[in-house]
């Protein structure tokens, strides 16, 4: 069964700095592009980022300077380095294949971050 596990969220203050891991299992992580997804609290699901399988990456323009999207495809694992970070980045942030979820039931926990001071 496919299975994406988020991690590397947390609390942090405005203008700080976190870095998210996406670690992928049963899947053939290298031959799909990816991408990181956040939801608020009362939000519809929004893609943050792209990254295709060779590694050409696309940003919402909200984060875009901000955030870094990147993969090591030996891992299997794709990771979101996000800087300047603002209280509204607050959400729960998750990692699925792109532009459609590889299954309808393949999304994990996430990650939830928060941003306040």
């Known amino acids: 069964q496919v299975q994406l596990v988020e991690s590397g969220g947390g609390l942090v203050q405005p203008g700080g700095s976190l870095r998210l891991s996406c670690a992928a299992s049963?899947?053939?992580?290298?031959?799909?592009?990816m991408g990181w997804y956040r939801q608020a609290p009362g939000k519809q699901r929004e893609l943050v980022a792209s990254?295709?399988?060779?590694?050409?990456?696309n940003y919402a323009d909200s984060v875009k300077g901000r955030f870094t999207i990147s993969r090591d495809n030996a891992k299997h694992t794709m990771y979101l380095q996000m800087n300047s970070l603002k209280p509204e980045d607050t959400a729960v942030y998750y990692c699925?294949?792109?532009?459609?979820?590889?299954?309808?039931?393949?999304w994990g926990q996430g990650t939830q971050v928060t941003v306040s001071s």
């Open positions: 699925n294949t792109y532009p459609n979820p590889i299954r309808a039931d393949s």
């Open positions: 049963r899947i053939a992580f290298s031959i799909y592009d």
């Open positions: 990254i295709t399988r060779g590694g050409i990456t």
